[in-house]
């Protein structure tokens, strides 16, 4: 796509009619978790948007971030948006490699400054000079300052980037750190998950894209559309966690009957994301619909609070109070992000309908 093609100009270029540009609209507006009534307002802004330079940096991580953004088996909504961005710069992805590679990176710098985004994964390690973690023979701490110095903004993909995630996990043999250590002065969403769902990583993207602003974040600087609720609040298994209905084994006759994970280790009240509500796989299923506790991978330090098949300490009627607590603590860690309400900000958030570009033609 030229970069001087308007989104709109770009998909009717696709062979995507009117009425598929607006299905197109309404599920970037789900994807953003947003009322109907604003698909007026998504299908206008889009309509003129104009893709923004994306650098994305990937740092010490597995990739599995990147694995679950391009996984899909077909051309979907998160590729549509993809294909929105210009994704300029991405190792695991581009064509080039070394000098040329660099190259673009610096230019991208040069010619859009205050414009293009920075999307990185995985943390940064810091200790004995950064050495664990060198790119083009720079240490990734050199090449996100530089990097990050003019971007309009950054968004940390995964639990690393969000939070260090598994490369920080004890003893931190790296000096692993998060974005927000680094990177002060620019706008930093976090994205966490361990992969982070594709859908929430996409609708970020579709926000920025349609609006030019970064959504609204909660006190982990995670964007409340997405990360407002808990895994709990929206589980299907919910009401019998709510009639003391638990599954004590895998194979006893409350999994059979699939019965609440809370005795074999769910840490979803106390984990916000929306695996429950967007799901996974094109909106197929999550991890508790296929038998197995949350890990609660979308939180901060998520590896060293391990126990991941012990139950939360706390009596299960006393969770919620017990999540409260935590997320009390977690705001006092958080202070500088901007503290705002934790609890959910939109009811709209409901499941996701996945598009195709093949549905928008129809
Ligand atoms: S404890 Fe886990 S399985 Fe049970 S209702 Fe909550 S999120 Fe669902
Ligand atoms: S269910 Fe929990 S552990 Fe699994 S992907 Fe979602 S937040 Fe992460």
């Known amino acids: 796509m030229p970069k001087d093609l308007t989104l709109g100009e770009h998909l009717r270029r696709q062979g995507i009619s009117r009425r598929g540009f607006l299905k197109f609209c309404a599920a970037t507006a789900s994807m953003m978790a947003m009322p109907p009534g604003m698909i007026p307002v998504v299908a206008a802004a889009l309509e003129k948007a ?10 010490q991580e597995c990739t599995g971030c990147l694995e679950s953004l391009t996984r899909s088996h077909s051309p979907s909504v998160e ?29 991208i ?13 995985g943390s940064i390690p810091l ?16 090449i996100l300052e530089e990097t990050a110095a003019h971007a309009a903004a950054v968004i940390s993909i995964g ?75 929206r589980c299907y298994r919910r009401p019998f966690y709510d009639q003391g209905k638990f599954a004590k084994t895998f194979d006893d006759e409350g999994a059979r ?40 991978c979308s939180e901060p330090d998520f590896w060293d609070a391990g126990s991941f098949y ?11 109070k017990w ?8 705001a006092v860690a958080g202070a500088g992000i901007g503290l705002k309400s934790m609890r959910k900000r939109k009811e709209a958030a409901q499941a996701h309908d996945p598009v195709t570009v093949d549905d928008l033609k129809t």
């Open 323 to 330: 999540a409260g607590a935590a997320i009390a603590a977690g």
């Open 159 to 233: 639990t690393c980037a969000s939070f260090g995630g598994i490369p920080k996990a004890h003893p931190n043999p790296t000096g692993a750190v998060p974005v927000t250590d680094i990177v002060k002065n620019k706008p930093v969403i976090n994205v966490p998950g361990c992969p982070p769902i594709p859908t929430v990583i996409t609708g970020v993207l579709a926000h920025y894209l349609t609006f030019g602003t970064i959504p609204e974040l909660d006190d982990f600087g995670r964007p409340l559309a997405f990360y407002g609720d808990t895994i709990h609040d």
């Open 257 to 296: 009957k699939g019965w609440c994970l809370f005795e074999l280790g769910c840490k979803g009240p106390t984990t916000y994301n929306a695996c429950a509500t967007t799901k996974w796989n094109q909106g197929t299923s999550f991890p508790i619909e296929s038998g197995h506790p949350c890990l609660g």
């Open 310 to 320: 012990e139950a939360l300490s706390a009596p299960a009627a006393d969770v919620s």
């Open 50 to 59: 104009r893709r923004p330079s994306v650098v994305y940096l990937s740092f």
């Open 109 to 121: 710098i040069k010619q859009h400054p205050g414009e293009y985004l920075v999307l990185v994964d």
């Open 79 to 107: 590729g549509l948006i993809f294909d929105a961005i210009s994704l300029d710069y991405q190792h695991t992805l581009q064509a080039c490699a070394g000098h040329f590679a660099e190259h673009i990176r610096e230019e």
């Open 127 to 142: 200790k004995d000079g950064g050495q664990y973690s060198t790119i083009a023979g720079m240490t990734n701490l050199a």
